[in-house]
T-cell receptor, first 113, second 117 residues
Framework: DGGITQSPKYLFRKEGQNVTLSCEQN?????MYWYRQDPGQGLRLIYY???????QKGDIAEGYSVSREKKESFPLTVTSAQKNPTAFYLC????????????FGDGTRLSIL | AQKITQTQPGMFVQEKEAVTLDCTYD???????LFWYKQPSSGEMIFLIY??????QNATEGRYSLNFQKARKSANLVISASQLGDSAMYFC??????????????FGAGTRLFVKA
């Protein structure tokens, strides 16, 4: 079955450490997205990529970095510059046209040690 | 700026009754898509229903219907015959086309629905 795989499910970060969240999709979608969700809140866009080797900052990109070297992969690195990284991170993908919903992974819960 | 507003942080409904979850949006674009997603406590996002800005008929998907009032910029979700499994967080979202040719989706803060037995 096609879908989006996020790993790990749970991740712990030490102070000053960079960590990378994996997102892989086999839906052949061009666009991929990373969202952050804080408890009881909606989703906020961190980064998105419409095509391989291209990505754009979302609303809360500071302290995060991404790469898009392959169509199926869109890893997110949470850098030490992100002072409050504890959150639930969701990866999504989609294709045009406008009426296509986003497909989501199961998420990664990141906590500070 | 585009914006999605969900004014009900939490809602209670009796099992087998209908419930309406409110959503208003703000955009200057003429072409956009409106979505509702369900997020159970496990965290995954489940697509429920879609309404296009040019669609004249309200969208329906099984027990879900979308009450679309374009002039009022509202897109309320109606769940009929509520079930205990409907207890979850519900998000309204709007998708717009970017100048770069891609799409961007923004989400509301969500409404937590509790279905009582």
């Amino acid at each position: 079955d096609g879908g989006i795989t996020q790993s790990p499910k749970y991740l712990f970060r030490k102070e000053g450490q960079n960590v990378t969240l994996s997102c892989e999709q086999n839906l052949n979608h061009d666009a991929m997205y990373w969202y952050r969700q804080d408890p009881g809140q909606g989703l906020r866009l961190i980064y998105y990529s419409q095509i391989v080797n291209d990505f754009q900052k979302g609303d809360i990109a500071e302290g995060y970095s991404v790469s898009r070297e392959k169509k199926e992969s869109f890893p997110l690195t949470v850098t030490s510059a992100q002072k409050n990284p504890t959150a639930f991170y969701l990866c999504a993908s989609s294709n045009g046209p406008l009426n296509q919903p986003q497909h989501f992974g199961d998420g990664t819960r990141l906590s500070i040690l | 700026a585009q914006k999605i507003t969900q004014t009900q942080p939490g809602m209670f409904v009796q099992e087998k009754e209908a419930v309406t979850l409110d959503c208003t949006y703000d955009t200057s674009d003429q072409s956009y898509g409106l979505f509702w997603y369900k997020q159970p406590s496990s965290g995954e996002m489940i697509f429920l229903i879609y309404q296009g800005s040019y669609d004249e008929q309200n969208a329906t998907e099984g027990r879900y219907s979308l009450n679309f009032q374009k002039a009022r910029k509202s897109a309320n979700l109606v769940i009929s015959a509520s079930q205990l499994g409907d207890s979850a967080m519900y998000f309204c979202a709007m998708r717009e086309k970017l100048n770069t040719g891609g799409f961007k989706t923004i989400f509301g803060a969500g409404t937590r629905l509790f279905v009582k037995a």
